[in-house]
């Protein structure tokens, strides 16, 4: 269907578009500049339809050729599109040596027209191209006709493929416009400036039509014209932009696999939406509409079931092309979160629809029925239990090491305890800046630990210690180290931890014996990502780690990546100085310039602190190496930005196996991490979405280097 569009859509603009330039064309000469705000801003062609040069964007400023009109620019033409706007110092210079150069700082240049040769002049052309011309103007070099971005213009053939643009904006041609649907406009002019413009023709009569148009778990409506997209129940939009898509707005941390799905979830019905573009995992026959629903809330795997006509389809995680469509008579059941139940009254739909939104209450009312006889034996039971319970308290915490360690519940440790278990403090695992850690063992249940023993602690804080214990305890994630328990006997203040058998990350990546293959990289910086993720924003206190490195990151038997030394910071003597800041111990080559100049620490700080972190996992090489063939490579950061402008990623890897797109999406995604302004790094939330490639990752700016 989209060749035969386009071919229709070619012929209809040769034949009724803007006819070519027939006059001899405006000559650009060697030597001349623009600027965005010295008054030449752009070079315009003949007629003064088309110009070329600088038009804004955003709070910066773009390259490209627009159609002049009376209601401001009409773009259709932008230079290296995906390069974050330049700022108003930037001048573009066609040089004396036949270069079109956009300078955008001292040293700094980049390429508008790659050519193999130097051109001898360059001019706007009345048909919307920009040219530039060999030893005469009779032969065209290069044009931007061949480098089409979102709009094929009269006469113009297409070279390549169009892209829409990410913002929504006047259309001129062929345009494929944003909500991805391919446009035939008509422009009329009147004293040399647009008078109207007409929609001709439309590849689709409904916008929504376009597979994936919002993003993924998102629900598409349409009055016919426009695409308005609003997120599925139970989801919130990944940002403000319209097509951007939507995450899960509650956390699963595959609790279903460990508990009933009933205590965890329930099911909402909605109705009239179809699932075109979803693929489902599974299908089942001969079921009724309970059925379907009850088969979806007790599979981990399903978070949407579609009902229709005794058949029930199944799918995982993310639903794509959902579609509002009155006439669509199937039922999907979706699962959600306890506690976060769909209102459902705010998703966008065709006029005059109808939008019901059942709970499954059947089943609510089972449950509740068959709880109650519980109820009512437990309260007999803890009435009778209590007593014992309160006796046996003060003994239990006496005699903790004489019992198996609970999932879940911090422990008190009396300091002979651990003496014993570690026999002596004999086997030191690492030291670190909070003090030494040490394996041991606890003789009931064989498990093993690490005692870290805390050194230069205030002493007089006990209580502040007490409630650290309690924060940290409370935080449960699959990618922090868990704490188990703790001793605290006047002076002598220990930590006791799981025991993670593979050691730290700096082991790992820093130890050329042994480095992980591609794979377990990527997999290893989401463990960090998701670590960091969860103290920022879904633990009950949310944390700041202030130590986010290598050394603190540490690799269970599963080589699965865990945080460990967060909030330990807090507990340090207030005067200690060397690598410890004024809120904790990150070491210089992590620490954000915030921190450096000792202004108020925020979670950017950790961002930052996991972007050096990240460009690290994926060199795998320290931050700082004085062992490198050339000056340029000491710096890892400022070496990596050198590589990504330079388009030279490979030289990162030393020749391993790995995915491209994905390197590159690393690198573009540390970079970002390690900007100088706080306000200009991404949120962790951010962070996992550009590593899992759900969203797009936007070009970095220059990091300032380290030290400058």
């Avoid at 064989?446 to 002493?459: F, G």
Wanted: with cysteine.
């Amino acid at each position: 269907m989209a060749p035969i569009s386009i071919m229709f859509l070619l012929f209809f603009l040769n034949s009724m578009g803007v006819r070519a330039q027939t006059a001899k064309p405006k000559l650009i000469e060697l030597g001349s500049s623009l600027s965005p705000t010295n008054g030449s801003s752009s070079w315009v062609s003949p007629s003064g339809h088309f110009a070329f040069g600088f038009y804004p964007q955003d709070t910066g400023f773009a390259v490209g050729v627009w159609l002049v009109g009376q209601s401001g620019k009409t773009v259709v033409w932008t230079a290296n599109r995906d390069d974050p706007p330049v700022s108003s110092n930037t001048a573009l210079e066609f040089t004396r040596n036949g270069k079109l150069l956009l300078r955008t700082g001292p040293g700094e240049e980049v390429s508008i027209a790659d050519v193999a040769e130097s051109s001898a002049s360059a001019s706007m052309l009345d048909s919307g191209n920009f040219v530039l011309f060999g030893d005469n103007s009779s032969f065209i070099i290069w044009q931007s006709f061949q480098h089409p971005t979102d709009t094929l213009l009269g006469g113009q053939n297409l070279s390549n493929i169009l892209s829409s643009s990410k913002t929504e904006s006047s259309a001129i041609g062929a345009t494929l416009d944003v909500d991805g649907v391919f446009r035939l406009y008509s422009h009329s002019f009147g004293n040399s400036n647009i008078s109207s413009v007409s929609i001709m023709w439309s590849a689709f009569k409904n916008p929504c039509d376009v597979k994936g148009l919002c993003g993924v778990n998102g629900l598409c409506s349409s009055n016919g014209t426009n695409a308005n997209c609003s997120c599925v129940p139970g989801f919130v939009s990944i940002n403000r932009e319209k097509y951007s898509g939507c995450y899960r707005s509650f956390n699963n941390e595959e609790g279903c696999r460990g508990q009933e799905p009933e205590s965890l979830y329930n099911i909402t019905t909605l109705r009239n939406v179809s699932w075109e573009g979803a693929n489902p995992y599974s299908a089942l026959t001969s079921l009724n509409e309970q059925g379907c629903s009850r088969s979806c809330l007790q599979d981990c795997n399903c978070w949407a079931a579609y009902y229709f006509n005794g058949t029930c389809r199944r799918y995982k995680l993310p639903l794509v092309h959902g579609i509002a469509n009155q006439n669509e008579s199937g039922i999907t059941f979706l699962k959600m979160s306890l506690g976060t139940a769909y209102v459902g009254d705010d998703i966008p739909a065709p006029r005059n629809q109808t939008k019901v939104i059942e709970s499954n209450k059947k089943e609510l009312i089972l449950i509740l029925a068959s709880s109650l006889g519980s109820i009512a034996f437990l309260c007999a039971l803890v009435a009778v239990s209590s007593f014992f319970i309160y006796r046996s308290q003060v003994h239990r915490y006496r005699t903790l090491s004489e019992n198996a360690m609970e999932e879940f519940t911090l422990r008190s440790f009396s300091y002979n305890d651990l003496e014993k278990a570690t026999d002596g403090f004999r086997e030191e695992l690492g030291r670190g800046p909070f003090g030494a850690v040490y394996k041991g063992t606890i003789a009931q249940g064989n498990q093993t630990i690490a005692v870290k023993r805390l050194e230069k602690v205030v002493e007089e804080g006990e209580r502040e210690f007490q409630a650290e214990m309690t924060i940290i305890g409370r935080t449960h994630h699959r990618n922090l180290v868990r704490l188990l328990g703790f001793c605290m006997q006047g002076s002598k203040k220990l930590l006791v931890y799981e025991y993670m058998s593979n050691g730290s990350l700096a082991d790992l990546l820093f130890n050329g014996e042994k480095r992980p293959i591609w794979r377990e990289r990527v997999r290893i910086a989401l463990d960090v990502a998701r670590g960091i993720f969860y103290l920022h924003e879904e633990c009950e206190v949310h944390i700041i780690h202030g130590d986010i490195k290598p050394k603190n990151i540490l690799l269970d038997d599963s080589w699965t990546a865990k945080l460990s030394d967060f909030r330990l910071a807090r507990l340090l003597r207030p005067n200690q100085t060397g690598t410890i800041s004024r809120f904790g111990g990150s070491s210089r080559g992590y620490s954000a310039p915030e921190r450096q100049k000792r202004m108020l620490i925020s979670v950017e700080a950790d961002v930052y602190s996991f972007g050096v972190v990240l460009l690290e996992i994926v060199c795998c090489r320290s931050n700082l190496d004085i062992n490198v063939s050339t000056g340029d490579e000491i710096l890892l950061c400022s070496w990596v930005y050198s590589c990504f402008v330079a388009r030279e990623l490979e030289k990162l890897v030393e020749g391993a196996e790995v995915n491209m797109k994905t390197l590159e999406r690393m690198v573009k995604v540390g970079l970002l991490c390690i900007q100088d302004d706080p306000s200009l790094r991404p949120t962790m939330k951010n962070v996992i979405l550009m590593l899992e490639g759900t969203v797009d990752v936007p070009v970095p700016p220059s990091p300032t280097p380290l030290g400058s």
